[in-house]
């Protein structure tokens, strides 16, 4: 019973660390110019890069518009799954970021390198999106290539698996 019960053990501790874990990816300040847009009269955030912004509800899809902020765990705990999906997908959906409600650009383009985030970014300082996302952070929006809101998600992801699971039923795309 003994050995059993080592080796059941073993088993576990080893399966226990498998690589369902996220990759590690250095993180860059995207140029927003690789967004796609519609014709828009909506105010347009500013891009993060200090490239020209983008209005929100101008965004073409199939797209994930993903709103965080560096003062947020949950935020903090999905982006390495958004960066290990965007890694794997081929690019066949774009994933935009909004900053809401933070100190600077600066503090938000740190927080970019540092935490593996390879998707352009549009920044809200004054949450004048508020309206537009509600108070919670992080929401997802899957948007299709029509630009409409297929689908909103509050809260965070727990795998890259649940995104692209996600990106399928709502968005069509494998």
Known sequence: MKKFLAALSAI??????????????KGEVVNCSSIKVKASTSTALD?????????VDSIIGPALLNVWGSWCEPCKQELPHLAHYLAQSGNHVQV???????????????????????????????????????????????IDASGEVVHKKYGPFHSPEEIQLAVIKYLGVK
């Not at 970021?97 to 549009?122: C, I, Q, Y």
């Not at 508020?130 to 929006?141: D, I, L, S």
């Open 96 to 142: 935009i970021g909004v900053d809401v409600e933070e100190k600077s650009p600066a503090v938000a383009r740190k927080f970019v390198t540092t935490h593996g985030m390879t998707w352009p970014n549009l920044y809200d300082a004054k949450g004048s999106t508020r309206g537009k996302f509600g108070m919670g952070v992080p929401v997802t929006w899957f």
């Open 12 to 25: 576990l501790l080893l399966t226990g660390c498998s690589a369902l874990e996220p990759i590690p990816v």
């Open 47 to 55: 891009c993060l890069d200090g490239s020209q912004g983008v209005a």
